[in-house]
């Protein structure tokens, strides 16, 4: 049996739910798991885990985007967000030495670090001269060939390059998950898992279930108030997840991000309304779920994330009317990914093999 220090990105939900999938896997292989992260993360992990006795944790500060209004919608503001990314840096130092002190208080000697976009696993790591292995969605764009991208696009993934290193500069191997491995450099040490999904959610799409009349709705503030606003006029019931608990208004009903609910809501709902993050996109390409993406303003990564998804029946919009909303509850298409393999199984051997099959 192996400890394994899982760092990830607090950020959202995406990471959290990705990260699950190959935390329940560690888990059922009899390794010790702590993780270290901070943000939307750790409800939705201490409520999955709770009292399990394999599982601890340790809050660490968490890298934000910060928003600005740009007319009825708000985008990422870059400078701000770079801004808050400096105060980060400038603490890094005490927050890594009050990590490694908690760290000795839970005898935790990791002997593997995986990160998942977040940047004081790999220096922890390098502290404790343990091996740490990058394991999320955005090292992508670090290694796939520019020429399998728009040219457009082209500055985005150099960018996201750059932040890469910035977030684990020392790593031994790279796992990278996506729904497709297209215009990836693979090799030795860079891998390709394709979509890690929980394993709830795996075992549901093998079982016939029904859909009720209800839109499931997980947003962002940035495209809050066009999106709500043309559910409102669609008439439809809709729950929404990811901009906290608010009373009910109307057809609406905001719900707190709960791993069990948001699963159960998942499973049931007619049709998912939600940003363009590469997490609930495979979830609902393995349910075949009718998906209606928003990418957020100033979110390249989920704009690519849009397009990509078009090939396998999947509705995209840069903003959501009325009329697109209409159109979309009125088709009969649902998704068709053409497989899933259990990625989580893939992507733990990779780990396992990293430590050296450690053993009892």
């Given at each position: 049996m192996a400890k394994v220090l899982y760092g990830l990105a607090g950020e959202g939900r995406g990471h959290a739910t990705r990260v699950k999938a190959v935390a329940d896997e560690l888990l059922r292989r009899q390794h010790e798991v702590l993780f270290l992260t901070g943000g939307d993360a750790l409800p939705f992990l201490k409520e999955a885990y709770q009292a399990?006795?394999?599982?601890?944790?340790?809050?660490?500060?968490?890298?934000?985007?910060?928003?600005?209004?740009?007319?009825t919608y708000q985008r990422v503001a870059l400078r701000r967000t770079l801004w808050n990314a400096l105060g980060f840096w400038r603490k890094r130092h005490h927050e890594l030495e009050r990590i490694a002190e908690e760290l000795r208080e839970h005898d935790f000697a990791p002997h593997l670090v995986v990160g998942d976009y977040e940047p004081l696993a790999c220096r922890l790591a390098r502290r404790m001269n343990a091996p740490f292995i990058s394991l999320d969605n955005q090292h992508y764009f670090a290694f796939a060939r520019l020429s399998?991208?728009?040219?457009?696009?082209?500055?985005?993934?150099?960018?996201?390059?750059?932040?890469?290193?910035?977030?684990?500069?020392?790593?031994?191997?790279?796992?990278?998950?996506?729904?497709?491995?297209?215009?990836?450099?693979?090799?030795?040490?860079?891998h390709w898992v394709g979509p890690l999904i929980r394993r709830e959610i795996c075992e549901a799409a093998t079982h016939p279930r029904t859909e009720e009349d209800f839109i499931l709705c997980y947003l962002r503030p940035s495209i809050e108030r066009e999106t709500l606003e043309a559910v409102r006029a669609s008439g439809k019931c809709a729950r929404v997840y990811g901009l906290g608990e608010h009373p009910t208004d109307g057809a609406i009903e905001y719900c707190r991000v709960s791993a069990e609910s948001f699963t159960r809501d998942l499973l049931h709902a007619g049709w998912v309304v939600s940003t363009a993050g590469n997490q609930t996109l495979g979830e609902c390409l393995l349910l075949k779920k009718k998906t209606l993406l928003i990418p957020e303003p100033g979110q390249m990564e989920q704009k690519m994330n849009a397009a990509q998804a078009k090939q396998w029946g999947v509705w995209a919009a840069s903003n959501v009317t009325i009329k697109i909303l209409s159109e979309f509850l009125r088709s009969a298409e649902h998704t068709h990914f053409p497989h899933h393999t259990p990625a989580e199984i893939h992507a733990v051997d990779i780990l396992e093999n990293c430590m050296g099959n450690i053993q009892d």
């Open positions: 399990h006795p394999g599982v601890r944790f340790i809050e660490a500060p968490v890298l934000r985007f910060s928003y600005k209004e740009k007319g399998s991208m728009a040219f457009s696009e082209w500055a985005f993934a150099l960018s996201i390059r750059f932040t890469c290193r910035f977030m684990c500069p020392w790593k031994k191997s790279v796992i990278i998950s996506r729904p497709s491995s297209h215009g990836l450099r693979l090799s030795d040490s860079v």
